[in-house]
């Protein structure tokens, strides 16, 4: 089988291995030759560590400056008992998260004012970079755009962060528990939880992240992370939950025990 490919094949690789990660990516040169053929397998190699390795590609790099994530959490609560054997709490339960890993924060953008220019930066103009970027590479011939120009690194497709803690989360609760202890062959548990979960990285609420260095979720503008801060992918508002133990009437050492939780 022939894989005919003009925009270019993807590969992620990790070797060397994290934080030294790259996209390589090969495209056909005319449009009409293949790239490669599927049946033989991809032939994309990686690019050695020069100092212009990935040059024309998308490249991945840390921060070394950003530290460990952390979590503060603080809650109060008031316990009312109703009778000797039956108590009701209402608390409030907040925690912050700060640092969390942010996946795919590209750094290689237009700015929005730039954007705002429109169909201008479609505009093929020479390549000033034409001889050095490979050839194979989507930005390595002898024009390429004017928006490609103006990016920051204009030598390179994107430029992300590759796990970058950069995101912040923020978590807000009421909740409200009524518990009669065992007497009189009963005991119950109703507790209800209303809660709101705020934050700028949902990708790290997506376990298919984990797959490879690419989010699901990318980070919408690399100039104003407030404009990803919203209600979290990770967000359940509305948790209630349900148990009692009853002793059958038949005698000592029998009982029921359902449990319910409903979201």
Same mark, same amino acid.
């Given at each position: ?180 202890? %065992?007497? *009189? =062959? &009963?005991?119950?548990? +109703? $507790? ?9 990285? /949902?990708? !790290? ?17 690399? %100039?104003? *992370? =407030? &404009?990803?801060?919203? +209600? $979290? ?9 349900? /148990?009692? !133990? ?18």
């Amino acid at each position: 089988m022939t894989f005919f490919d003009q925009a270019g094949i993807t590969t992620p690789f990790t070797n060397p291995q994290f934080p030294f990660v790259q996209t390589v990516t090969q495209a056909t040169l005319n449009n009409v030759t293949p790239a490669f053929v599927l049946s033989n397998g991809p032939n994309v190699q990686p690019v050695t560590l020069t100092p212009d390795a990935g040059l024309g590609q998308g490249v991945f790099t840390v921060d070394r400056n950003l530290g460990s994530g952390y979590i503060q959490q603080w809650n109060f609560a008031i316990q009312r008992e109703i009778t000797p054997n039956l108590t009701f709490e209402v608390a409030y339960v907040g925690s912050k998260a700060t640092h969390l890993g942010d996946p795919d924060a590209n750094i290689n953008q237009l700015t929005p004012e730039q954007l705002a220019t429109g169909a201008s930066l479609l505009t093929k103009v020479p390549n000033p970079y034409f001889g050095q970027i490979p050839a194979s590479s989507s930005i390595g011939q002898a024009t390429t755009t004017q928006a490609q120009l103006l990016k920051p690194f204009p030598r390179f497709t994107n430029v992300t962060f590759f796990r970058n803690n950069i995101g912040n989360s923020n978590y807000n609760a009421v909740q409200a528990k009524l518990e009669k202890r %065992f007497s *009189r =062959g &009963l005991s119950f548990l +109703v $507790s209800y939880t209303r809660s709101k979960l705020i934050d700028d990285a /949902s990708s !790290v609420f997506d376990s298919s992240v984990f797959t490879g260095p690419v989010a699901n979720y990318p980070v919408a503008n690399g %100039f104003n *992370r =407030g &404009l990803d801060r919203d +209600v $979290s992918n990770g967000d359940i508002p509305n948790v209630t939950a349900v /148990s009692w !133990v009853y002793e059958l009437p038949v005698g000592p050492g029998h009982s029921l025990n359902p449990k319910g939780i409903a979201g």
